[in-house]
């Protein structure tokens, strides 16, 4: 019997469980923990962040009680320091980069440091931000996420007048929809949203779909500049039967009704759940069901546990919630009849070139609900056809994040190098409003 | 187990362990709990004239932290004994009664007048007290009034009224020195000059602690004023020792004992006094900061430590580092060291590097064939010491002596004569070889 339903714990256990992941660092422990960094000489957490932040520099603020200082120095690389210090893998960049590690396998808590100081930041509204003259230059940014506000305000910060365009009601990409609900509460996203639009000179029009409501040609024609960062909004397909039955949901749209939900007990979870795929996507609904209090989840991934796209972190995240991960299966078969009961699954063997192949041994995980997490692609139509260069349905930029469309710069998921992660979404943004705003004042010089 | 009794001018004490004049000692209560928890002896706080003087009701105390709280400098305003002569002397006198195996010193402050000292130091030789200890180091508040360290930076005052203590004392006398000096000589010859049995050092050292950084008034303060205190703790340390080991090896006071005193925290604090010259050591702002029971590990410590040297006695110790001590102008020239960092421990943080090429030689790298590597450049080492004391590992980048062959620096061969300052020939002073 299917057995779906909403409210399977208590108000109370519910507001437990979703709940701070990483609770903040208090004064004491803050200025202890600044402590430990070691001030290293060109910094290799410096060299592992994606955005360039001067890890030791802003730590060093931290501990001499520079706090603005030291979320200016974060913030001025990462406009999202205080997002990224919260959903940042940092035992796989910064973290795993510092020298702590080599005898006491304990690294400074960078990411702890950074929510740190940069909390009273947002949490005060305080500007540490300034627009030099207008330049008179109108850039159009189509998608309100990471890489998108990230553009738009350093954009803004050259003086440029920014039009943001998004198709949500709300800004923020996958900060608002896509991530767990316990690595960011209180309305971060949001509030994050406003620090960053609170700088001026940037018009937001949601409800706004590329390639249904406006269109690169047009934006091109209309603005100086175009930057798309509108990630990979279309979910992947498995391509196997029984795929349309009831209870095969999206994990994307799953983690967003939860992020969205006033009421996250109201949201219906399977006593079983079966989770297919192997990234933060997979881990993430995997978590969030398991705290919803589904009895059973069960992640299932085709290849090695070592090729999973979720961190070693994020795995143990997973166990540690009583989720189970089962690699080196494949789906054959979502089993009905009329709903989802479960999937049928092949064994698969990995091969030394990390390639797998079937080895004929079935089984089969009942469920109520099975989630798809098995990757994004740049949705249908977005794009016109043939007008941009693309390698494997992703846009393909320069170091300058230039499209091969002259006057289109392009960022974030849907570019090629585009990683599935706010940080490096926001350093594309940034790196494509410095050069959109170098291109557009040569070319007024007449060098361009 | 190595023998830690203690003998400090024919007093007797269960280890080398004083407390120093100073609040620890101000009350019999405080005193029992010291000496129940271990302590060899105690120096009471200072006595003066009778009526006593007052103390502030606001802030006596501030600290230096590190980041996570813990105490490196410590500064007070606190002046001598609150508190009535006669209460102070009828505990003395019990505390000695109650604990005849531990050495019981009574500091004493004054003003220039014989008669004053001819008056009180009976009144504390009464007492059954081992030793008088003439306090003229204490930096704040008694100084304006011309005792303190009023007294210790005038070396004639310092003999005169030694004398006068000597004149109307048969216990031994001890003289307590200020570090508010140019040079600590001419205040130690002066006591000894005046009969001073011993001296010991240091008292604290004149100080601001901070400003407040919301009034932008110093901090501490008392109703908004605040006045310098003295400076005491583990970051005076190197400052006493020098003090201590500048006595210890000058002949015209290297016969005089030392008690020494300053930022004694643990064991190898002792030892580092012993060993440069102190015959016992006193204590006090460690047990400010952490209490009493600190007195398990200075006394376990200093014994484990003295058996692994083969010692028996702390006698074996006092001193032994004398010898080392020198002028600049007679160390040897003519050796040379190179740093050495061990790739194997070395965690590559670059901080031997940023600061060897900022602020130094240039002599270490930070890439060897396109890997972040740290090595030291022999033809640019001149052996300065500075990797070593910031590298966050212990024993990662140690020191090494050339032995033989050249230096790569300076291309001379390494020669075993000694040569220093005195012969060289860029001195225009050098003596003939």
Redesign the interface.
Known sequence: MTDIRPNRLSRDEIARNFSDLHPPLSH?EA??E??RC???????CTTACPTGIDIPGFIQKI?SGNLRGSAHTILSENIMGGMCARVCPTEVLCEEAC??N??EEKPVEIGLLQRYATDPVLNDHTQLFSRQAASGFRVAVVGGGPAGLSCAHRLAMLGSAVTLFDRDEKLGGLNEYGIAAYKTVDNFAQREVDYILSIGGIEVRTGVTLGKDISISRLRDEFDAVFVGVGLAAVNVLGIEGEDLPGVENAVEYIADLRQATDKGELPVGRRVVVIGGGMTAIDVAVQSKRLGAERVDIVYRRTSDQMGASDFEKNLAQSNGVTIHTLARPLKILGPGHASGVLFERTAAGEDGSISDTGETFTLDADVVFKAIGQQLRDGVLEDGSIRMQNGKIVVDEGQSTSLAGVWAGGDCVVGGDDLTVTAVQHGKVAAIAIDHYLRTREEGYG | MANLDSEFLGIRSPNPFWLASAPPTDKAYNVNRAFEAGWGGAVWKTLGEDPPIVNVSGPRYSAIH????RVIGFNNIELITDRPLQTNLDEIRQIKRDWPDRALVVSVMYPMNEQVWAKYVPMIEDTGADAIELNFGCPHGMSERGMGSAVGQVPEYIQMATEWAKAAATVPVVVKLTPNVANILPPAKAAKDGGADAVSLINTINSIMRVDYETLTMYPSTDGMGTHGGYCGEAVKPIALNMVAEIARTPETSHLPISGIGGITNWRDAVDFLALGASNVQVCTAAMVYGFKIIDDLTDGLSNFLDSKGMNSVSDLVGRAVPSVTDWQYLNLNYVEKALIDQE?C?????C??VCEDTSHQAIT?TVNGQ?RFEVIDEKCVGCNLCVSVC??DGCITMRRLGDGFDPRTGQPISDEKADWTTHPNNPMRKSR
């Open positions: 004491s200025i202890v600044a402590d070691y001030f290293c000489f060109d910094a290799p501990r020298v702590r080599t005898h | 590190s980041n996570d709280r421990l965690i590559e943080c670059g901080r590097h940023i930070h972040r966050p590992i």
